[in-house]
């Protein structure tokens, strides 16, 4: 089971757990997941970022293979950083870690 990191915003009896390691949600569902955390600067560069993979598999096949790739690595690599951005974003909006 993976932990938990809790934070709370100090003005608010809101507490909010974060889970630590790769996040399913984040891999998955892209910038959705983001959408559903409110963290809209990451879900606008993670929109960004898909749409020009998006657009690269269309030139053709060798740039629709490595499109391809790069959408997979892509995709890991907001799951691997996922729990760490949702974390980042709370704390600038003031969240403390209990």
């Known amino acids: 089971m993976r932990a938990r990191i809790y934070l709370q915003h100090p003005g608010k009896d809101e507490t909010v757990a974060v889970a630590t390691g790769f996040s399913w ?7 959705i997941w983001a959408l559903s955390k409110r963290m809209w600067f990451a879900a606008f560069v993670m929109l960004g970022v898909s749409l020009v993979l998006f657009g690269m598999g269309l030139w053709g096949e060798t740039a629709d293979l490595i499109g391809l790739v790069l ?3 892509f995709a890991v690599a907001c799951g691997a950083y ?11 909006r003031g969240y403390i870690v209990l």
């Open 71 to 73: 959408s997979i690595l």
């Open 25 to 31: 949600g984040a891999c998955l569902l892209g910038f």
């Open 82 to 92: 996922g729990n760490r951005w949702h974390r980042w974003t709370l704390e600038k």
